[in-house]
């Protein structure tokens, strides 16, 4: 038996996520005493064989212009196949929203169990996950043949280790598979994806108005950060809705997350609590958003962040 990764890409490029899961992937594959292999869509056999860095022994790569844009029905059955030809038990792919569209498809197709948000390597049969909003842990064993693991994105970590992974080419029967017809993509500009993201700045209604937001964007370029908003931000057209980080919004897990005026509503925690440093700005000693913070600034945002920037500037000559 064997483990296999879904490795996603985009334009023909690996994301980070990718990278993180696939490390992960390797050590599930270790601790079952399995062989690692890898499956990818339209990608180089040179990008295929760098997935070796972090523990693929076998790529599938898939040239199929099908799987050149997302379909979760497609891409299932592709998957579903990649798995039934390494012969392997258990699946493992990012919780993205890619992974979290196709995944459970990939589930029905190998009469798999599923979990999803996994944090943790599995021990034997069982994966722990986060729940109620990241406050406590749940442990789910699996009682199925087959399994299907998404990990949540940023909460692993890459690991790399080192080598060079084999590629062979793979040929999925997609025939006959209703598919979408994608008309249109558009994308969001900007720098590294919030999801992505190691360092996030982060800003809301404490700012009074999108005209204040070139101190935000500053210090964000200056940390070579991402930049995000809480939800009445986005909802008043301040900032785009793609930046907004939240529970009805993206869920981030960034090394530093700066938030800069906003209070702290619990459905916004939902989204950030899994950072690893959280670092809060708010005049209203009395904010929540200070229990939750590991360092916290009491003082109105037009005065600190401008002297950060000041601080970052001198500290960067």
């Given at each position: 038996m064997s483990v296999l990764v879904f490795a996603e890409s985009f334009n023909g490029a690996f994301k980070k996520s990718t990278f993180e899961v696939v490390s992960y992937a390797k050590r599930v594959a270790d601790a079952?005493?399995?062989?690692?292999?890898?499956?990818?869509?339209?990608?180089?056999?040179?990008?295929?064989?760098?997935?070796?860095?972090?523990?693929?022994?076998n790529v599938l790569n898939v040239s199929n212009d099908a799987l050149s844009g997302f379909d979760s029905g497609i891409y299932a059955a592709a998957v579903a196949q990649a798995a039934q030809q390494a012969g392997a038990a258990t699946v493992?792919?990012?919780?993205?929203?890619n992974g979290k569209a196709f995944a459970p498809r990939v589930a029905v197709k190998l009469n798999a169990g599923i979990v999803s948000g996994v944090s943790e390597v599995p021990t034997g049969?069982?994966?722990?996950?986060?729940?109620?909003?990241?406050?406590?842990?749940?442990?789910?064993?699996f009682n199925t043949?087959?399994?299907?693991?998404?990990?949540?994105?940023?909460s692993i970590g890459i690991q790399e280790f080192g080598g060079s992974a084999s590629v062979e080419a793979f040929s999925p029967s997609l025939d006959g598979i209703r598919g979408v017809t994608v008309?249109?993509?558009?994308?969001?500009?900007?720098?590294?994806?919030?999801?992505?993201?190691?360092?996030?700045?982060?800003?809301?209604?404490?700012?009074?108005?999108?005209?204040?937001?070139?101190?935000i964007e500053e210090l964000?370029?200056?940390?070579?950060?991402?930049?995000?908003?809480?939800?009445?931000?986005?909802d008043t057209h301040w900032r785009p809705h793609h930046e907004h980080?939240?529970?009805?919004?993206?869920?981030?897990?960034?090394?530093?997350?700066?938030?800069?005026?906003?209070?702290?509503?619990?459905?916004?925690?939902?989204g950030v609590n899994q950072s690893k440093v959280i670092v809060v700005i708010n005049k209203d000693p009395?904010?929540?958003?200070?229990?939750?913070?590991?360092?916290?600034?009491?003082?109105?945002?037009?005065?600190?962040?401008?002297?950060?920037i000041d601080a970052f500037k001198a500290s960067a000559n």
């Open positions: 079952q005493g399995d062989a690692l292999t890898a499956v990818a869509f339209n990608v180089s056999d040179a990008e295929a064989a760098e997935l070796g860095k972090y523990g693929a022994s493992v792919v990012s919780n993205t929203p049969n069982t994966v722990r996950k986060p729940v109620f909003s990241g406050k406590a842990y749940a442990d789910f064993t043949e087959h399994k299907v693991i998404a990990i949540q994105p940023n008309r249109e993509v558009k994308s969001a500009g900007g720098g590294v994806p919030l999801p992505e993201a190691e360092l996030v700045v982060s800003a809301g209604r404490g700012l009074k108005g999108p005209e204040n937001w070139g101190m964000a370029d200056l940390l070579g950060a991402a930049t995000a908003c809480s939800r009445p931000v986005a980080v939240g529970q009805t919004g993206v869920a981030i897990r960034p090394n530093l997350y700066i938030a800069v005026g906003i209070s702290g509503a619990i459905q916004h925690l939902a009395e904010a929540p958003f200070f229990k939750a913070a590991d360092y916290g600034i009491v003082g109105d945002a037009f005065e600190v962040v401008p002297k950060l």
